[in-house]
């Protein structure tokens, strides 16, 4: 039985294709790095073997040779909903491109995540990614001689090349909405201290406020670090006030569906007894029950802008830019006018 093209065991080799296609190993590089001096009927047959043995060349060698992967690198602390609805954007940005996405975690291993970009740049950046995705950096990204997209950037848009949302507006339409069916003790789950679409949201908060006549009440706000276990001890603390809200505005959708849950434990019911809204509109939002009125960030769309704005970064065809996307209420089952 012929042995041409069936796939050798353990990874597959630029020698295993030359073996496979009855060529030299010199001709394989030729056709697959696109250099002339193969006929084509050869350069047919080395090509259908290359897909039958699934040979990929390394992209170190890769980049060494041209100066160029065609991989882009799409950086986020952790894997969690935000980011995997950003991620999905960029591949959906890059499908049908020259571009393949390299998708790396930076802050999951021990030590600090303060400065995960850093380390995760200086480890993928010159010799495995063309250039790199951002998302929600803690500090600048460092000079690296690399085109770099940051997204929701800790610090706001410092120059280099940023894509975020309109926080400060979403904070405030989602108070609003609240204001607007009659709720006038509006608890704020606050995100991050050192993100500064955090502080946009909750500036759009009290905004609201102030824009209806309402005295903000600093014992209204809590920490909810856009994480689980805070929220719910945020949720807690504004639950537990002699003078509770009769509503509250989560920076988040994760820490939203969260205030949702402490509330049904108490014997709460959303939105009769409590309105919630969150920000983001992450797939679960919808999903929740009740159904999360919430503020909706263009996820998808931000990392298709991401992605466009970093290929033109990689190709010399455009600057840094600073693009800002709009936000959108999206009203749904969790809020209601408060109980009379």
């Known amino acids: 039985m012929s042995t041409i093209g069936a796939a050798p065991r353990g990874r597959t080799t630029i020698t295993d294709v030359a073996r496979a296609a009855g060529v030299s190993v010199a001709t394989v590089s030729k056709v697959i790095n696109g250099r002339d001096g193969v006929a084509a009927a050869t350069q047919e047959r080395v090509m259908r073997i290359v897909t039958d043995l699934g040979y990929a060349s390394s992209l170190v060698a890769t980049s060494m040779r041209r100066s160029r992967t065609h991989v882009i690198g799409v950086l986020v602390a952790e894997f969690e909903p935000f980011a995997l609805q950003l991620l999905h954007g960029v591949s959906e940005a890059l499908s049908g491109s020259e571009y393949d996405v390299l998708a790396y975690a930076g802050a999951v291993s021990q ?82 201290d050192d993100l500064e679409s955090a502080r946009l949201r909750e500036e759009g908060y009290r905004e609201a406020l102030k824009t209806a006549g309402i005295e903000f009440d600093p014992s209204l706000v809590v920490t909810g670090e856009f994480q689980q276990a805070e929220a719910a001890a945020g949720a807690t603390a504004l639950l537990d006030l002699e003078d509770p809200p009769t509503a509250i505005f989560a920076s988040n959708d994760v820490s939203a569906i969260e205030v949702i849950r402490v509330a049904n434990e108490r014997g709460l019911r959303v939105p009769a007894d409590l309105s919630v809204i969150g920000f983001d509109d992450i797939p679960a939002a919808a999903a ?44 749904r089952d969790s809020t209601a006018a408060p109980r009379a």
């Open 111 to 192: 030590g600090s995540h303060h400065g995960w970009e850093a380390r995760s740049l200086s480890r993928l950046g010159g010799t495995l990614i063309d250039g790199a995705v951002v998302v929600t950096p803690t500090v600048e990204p460092p000079e690296s001689g690399m085109p770099i997209v940051s997204i929701d950037p800790h610090a706001g848009p410092a120059g280099l090349a940023v894509v975020d949302t309109d926080n400060f507006g979403g904070g405030r339409e989602a108070t609003s909405h609240l204001i607007g069916l009659g709720h006038t003790r509006i608890g704020y789950l606050r995100g991050r």
């Open 288 to 331: 929740a029950s009740p159904a999360l009125t919430t503020v909706r960030q263009p996820l998808i769309d931000m990392g298709r802008a991401a992605v466009d704005l970093l290929v033109r970064l990689i190709e010399s065809t455009s600057g840094p830019e600073h693009v800002r996307m709009p936000s959108q209420l999206i009203v």
